[in-house]
C-alpha cells in the first residue's frame, strides 16, 4: 500500500547549523506534502506545506523542496534554534484525496547548545 | 479565537469496556478528521466527517465509530477496548469547501490507556 519512508529517525545538530530531514512518498498521485513539529504533550503543528505544482517554498528560516520525479521532499531548517527541538513528521495525500495523510514515522531534531 | 479542543486529556480503560472522546473544533470550521497515533509514531488516519456524515474511513474496525454534531463538534467512540488500542488520539478540524486537509489545525489529543 501506499506509504511515506522519513529518514533520519533522530538528527542531532548544533545550535546555529542547518537540518535536513528526508522523505519518499509512493503514490505517484499524491499532491499535498505538509511538514507538522510536534512538541511533547501537544498535537501536531503545521510548519510548511507544498503543493505538487511547486519545487519549493520558504518561510524565513524553514524551506521545503519537492521533486516529483524521483518522489522526494525535505525539510530544510537554517540557523538552529533551541525551540526547534522537537518532532517533526512530514506526510502526503493518499492519492488525490481530499481526506487523508498518510505520515512519515517521525524524526527527532535534537540542537546542542 | 480558540482551537481546537479535546476532552478528556487522558483516560484509562479497563480492556472490554467502551470509551468516547470528544473535540470541538477550531472556530469557522467545518471538518473533523480523527487520529490515532502510538508511541514512537505517526498518526493514522482514522475517519473524516463533514456534515455529519463519515466521508473517508482508514483501516480500522467497526470498534471505531464516530458522530458529527449540527455545532461541527464530534466524538470517537471505541468498543471492546483492546490493550493495543492504548494511544494518543488527535483530533484535526479544518474548512472544507476547496480547502480539503489544507489548513488542518490538530488538538493536543486525548492519551487513551488500556489496560
Known amino acids: 500500500g501506499e506509504n511515506v519512508e522519513q529518514h533520519p529517525s533522530t538528527l542531532s545538530v548544533q545550535e546555529g547549523d542547518s537540518a535536513v530531514i528526508k522523505c519518499t512518498y509512493s503514490?505517484?498521485?499524491?499532491?499535498?506534502f505538509p511538514w507538522y513539529k510536534q512538541e511533547l504533550g501537544k498535537g501536531p503543528q503545521l510548519i510548511i506545506d507544498?503543493?505538487?505544482n511547486v519545487g519549493e517554498k520558504k518561510d524565513q528560516r524553514i524551506a521545503v523542496t519537492l521533486n516529483k520525479t524521483a518522489k522526494h521532499f525535505s525539510l530544510h531548517i537554517t540557523e538552529t534554534q533551541p525551540e526547534d527541538s522537537a518532532v517533526y513528521f512530514c506526510?502526503?495525500?493518499?492519492?488525490?484525496?481530499?481526506?487523508?495523510?498518510?505520515w512519515g514515522a517521525g524524526t527527532k531534531l535534537i540542537i546542542k547548545p | 479565537d480558540a482551537g481546537v479542543t479535546q476532552s478528556p486529556t487522558h483516560l484509562i480503560k479497563t480492556r472490554g469496556q467502551q470509551v468516547t472522546l470528544r473535540c470541538s473544533p477550531k472556530?469557522?470550521?467545518?471538518?473533523v478528521s480523527w487520529y490515532q497515533q502510538a508511541l514512537g509514531q505517526g498518526p493514522q488516519f482514522i475517519f473524516q466527517y463533514y456534515e455529519e456524515e463519515e466521508r473517508q474511513r482508514g483501516n480500522f474496525p467497526d470498534r471505531f465509530s464516530g458522530h458529527q454534531f449540527p455545532n461541527y463538534s464530534s466524538e470517537l467512540n471505541v468498543n471492546a477496548l483492546l490493550l493495543g488500542d492504548s494511544a494518543l488520539y488527535l483530533c484535526a478540524s479544518s474548512l472544507l469547501g476547496g480547502q480539503g486537509l489544507y489548513g488542518y489545525t490538530f488538538g493536543s489529543g486525548t492519551r487513551l490507556t488500556v489496560v
Open positions: 506526510a502526503a495525500t493518499r492519492g488525490d484525496s481530499n481526506y487523508q495523510l498518510i
Open positions: 507544498i503543493r505538487s
Open positions: 472556530s469557522g470550521h467545518d471538518t
Open positions: 503514490d505517484s498521485a499524491s499532491n499535498y
